[in-house]
């Protein structure tokens, strides 16, 4: 389970809007953020400071059951491959397989979060040039050499040389979830109503 934990005072008197990214995942946040941290550790862990109040919202790619724990979808966020126009699965425009990109050489940010195992796992006879995430996007528009991206990440991509095509594997699509306190759903409304959860 991968859990990205949000640690924020949530003042309704004040709008501020941030961005925050959870891996590539970006949520605008409502609210006046006085403290974010983000950490993976042990679920157990995590969930112990929520129900304590250490931490006030995680977020997760798995629903939760708990005593006084309220979890609910927030979305599903897809794998691509943004590659070179003229790469030989380009025209393959209604999605890919792993097993069509495997053996292919990419270009990949060193934090890549849950998405890190996934593609090594299902891409094993590929290789994996990580690079930072501030040089990542000079060297992409510099190369021919294919990278990912989501569905999320799509709009901040600049390139016209390339094109996004969906991976097809369920494997490739994760669904997100946040989790918070029963006791605080009142206090976290703006925030919930702003992600889109009733």
Same mark, same amino acid.
């Given at each position: 389970?991968?859990? &990205?934990? #949000?640690? !924020?005072?949530?003042?309704?008197?004040?709008?501020? *809007?941030?961005?925050?990214?959870?891996?590539?995942? &970006?949520?605008? %946040?409502?609210? +006046?953020? =006085?403290?974010?941290?983000?950490?993976?550790?042990?679920?157990?862990?995590?969930?112990?400071?929520?129900? /304590?109040?250490? !931490?006030?919202?995680?977020?997760?790619?798995?629903?939760?059951?708990?005593?006084?724990?309220?979890?609910? !979808?927030?979305?599903?966020?897809?794998?691509?491959?943004? %590659?070179?126009?003229?790469?030989? &699965?380009?025209?393959?425009?209604?999605? &890919? +397989?792993?097993?069509?990109?495997?053996? $292919?050489?990419?270009?990949?940010?060193?934090?890549?979060? #849950?998405?890190? +195992?996934?593609?090594?796992?299902? %891409?094993?006879?590929?290789?994996?040039?990580? $690079?930072?995430?501030?040089?990542?996007?000079?060297? @992409?528009?510099?190369? /021919?050499?294919?990278?990912?991206?989501?569905?999320?990440? @799509?709009? #901040? *991509?600049?390139?016209?040389?390339?094109?996004? @095509?969906?991976?097809?594997?369920?494997?490739?699509?994760?669904?997100?979830?946040?989790? !918070?306190?029963? +006791?605080?759903?009142? =206090?976290?409304?703006? %925030? #919930? $109503?702003?992600?889109?959860?009733?």
């Amino acid at each position: 389970m991968y859990f &990205v934990l #949000l640690r !924020y005072f949530l003042s309704l008197n004040k709008l501020n *809007r941030i961005f925050l990214f959870l891996g590539f995942h &970006v949520f605008r %946040l409502f609210s +006046k953020i =006085k403290s974010i941290e983000t950490k993976i550790d042990e679920p157990s862990r995590l969930l112990k400071g929520l129900s /304590t109040g250490v !931490y006030d919202v995680l977020f997760t790619n798995e629903g939760v059951k708990a005593d006084g724990l309220l979890s609910s !979808y927030v979305f599903t966020e897809s794998l691509h491959v943004f %590659l070179p126009k003229t790469h030989f &699965v380009s025209g393959l425009t209604d999605g &890919v +397989k792993f097993s069509d990109i495997d053996g $292919q050489s990419f270009l990949v940010a060193n934090e890549l979060g #849950l998405w890190d +195992k996934m593609i090594k796992k299902h %891409l094993p006879n590929s290789k994996f040039f990580t $690079q930072d995430f501030e040089n990542l996007s000079e060297i @992409i528009n510099a190369s /021919t050499i294919p990278t990912f991206s989501t569905n999320v990440t @799509i709009p #901040l *991509r600049e390139d016209s040389d390339r094109v996004d @095509i969906k991976i097809l594997d369920d494997a490739a699509s994760v669904d997100f979830y946040i989790i !918070y306190r029963a +006791k605080d759903k009142s =206090k976290l409304l703006k %925030l #919930l $109503q702003m992600i889109g959860v009733k």
